[in-house]
């Protein structure tokens, strides 16, 4: 039986709910990472790293369905950190 709309929303906004406080768990380390390359003249960019990860999270990725729409949300939430890095840590 398919669940209703309202149903499918509900499960929408806990995992919205869960997801926060991990993001801001994973900013949270992002904020170290751009302030040890600040200090060691690192840059932003590290290529490899980037497409290090984004190939263990398509890994864990139960649903292959699923696996490129995880991976450009990832590569967004990546671009977003990095422009957060430059701007606010390398920047200042």
């Known amino acids: 039986m398919t669940m209703n709309l309202e149903e499918a929303r509900k499960l929408i906004d806990q995992a919205d709910k869960e997801l926060v406080p991990l993001i801001e768990q994973r900013m949270n380390a992002v904020v170290e990472v751009g302030k040890y390359k600040k200090e060691h003249n690192i840059p932003v960019l590290d290529e490899n790293r980037e497409k290090a990860v984004l190939d ?37």
Do not use: L
């Open 56 to 92: 263990k999270i398509a890994s864990y990725t139960e649903n292959k369905d699923f696996e490129d729409s995880v991976r450009k949300i990832f590569q967004a939430i990546m671009d977003t950190t990095k422009e957060y890095q430059q701007e606010e840590i390398i920047d200042k």
